[in-house]
């Protein structure tokens, strides 16, 4: 038995996949097996397109030692496939969990969705503690974009088993501020989150300047304000926006352009009705100070709060006689313009 720390990172993609949470993860792993840890990963053999990759189940990858489980691999091009894919993999790695060795600590991400649900079950019925690293939000952002209905039955079992296997970890690493209000809302305590943003490697992604970018030319950004995003899962999200003469979104999936278009998408800060009521006072001051809130129920918006502004007299219509005094008139005099006109027509 090693001495070092184990830890166990589960996720449905790792290298050499190319899938955001994989490329990740696999930064992370690598850098926790160069420091001394024993690290392992649990994941598919699934490619995050479709299909299966030719990698082997067991094998060391730059000192992390991966386990690849073989799961359904139908893709994403179709809703009931890639619902057999999450299904399969998640049964999967129950049974890892409940029946497999146990570790220092276990760290899940978050897809597929209900991923932690499993992890939760596992520390429930074999006392496995273990962590979320947050990449998504489920199923908060299918009822975003209109995929489940957040009040129905199914979205109110599926919110009931996330946020259930939320408050039962030990700890959850959010990507930023508005990541981690909606997780404190399902109640999580303040000292179990941490944030840590997503990173990229420098030596693969930098700046250049437009004259050196092909993309420029290809999708005719010259002279333009542009905010790119690079992914699939928030394109519903976004496609929402709001038109904007000199901004455009440059949305990129498989490694090429597919789309661009003049859109624009205002942040707003979220909060749930239960977090409202628990912290009204902090709220109303923060919307005194001019940041407008939305407030949420099972992770759809119902309404918004902004502070009230008074009205300035100088912003009121004028008076008649301050409507008058404003108007000139150039030319003629319009009574001298009239008798000239009488004089003409009787001479």
Sequence with gaps: MSARPSLLFVNQHYAPDLASTAQHLTDLAEHLAADGFEVHVLCSRDHYLSGEMDVPAEETRNGVHVHRVRTTAFGRDGTLGRLADYASYFLQVLGRLLTGRRYDAVVSLTTP?????AMAVARLL?????????MDLHPEAETAVGMIDGEGPLGRLLYALTDWSYRRAA???DLGPHMKERIRAKGVLDERLHTIPVWN????????SDDENPLVEEVGIHDKFVVMYSGNAGLGVLKKGRNAGDTVHVFVYEIHVTEHREILVMPETRVSVEELQSRLGDWLRRVEEGEPI???RKGRDVAQIK?????AREDSLPSLEESRASVTVSGEDL?????????????
């Design 307 to 311: 502070a009230v502004k008074e009205v």
């Design 171 to 173: 700890f959850t690493v």
């Design 113 to 117: 969705p209900l991923l932690p649900v």
């Design 335 to 347: 009574s001298e313009t009239v008798r000239q006109q009488r004089t003409e027509e009787r001479y």
């Design 126 to 134: 074999r006392g496995q503690s273990y962590g979320i690293w947050s």
């Design 294 to 296: 939305v407030i949420t």
């Design 201 to 208: 490697k420098k030596e693969e992604v930098f700046p250049i």
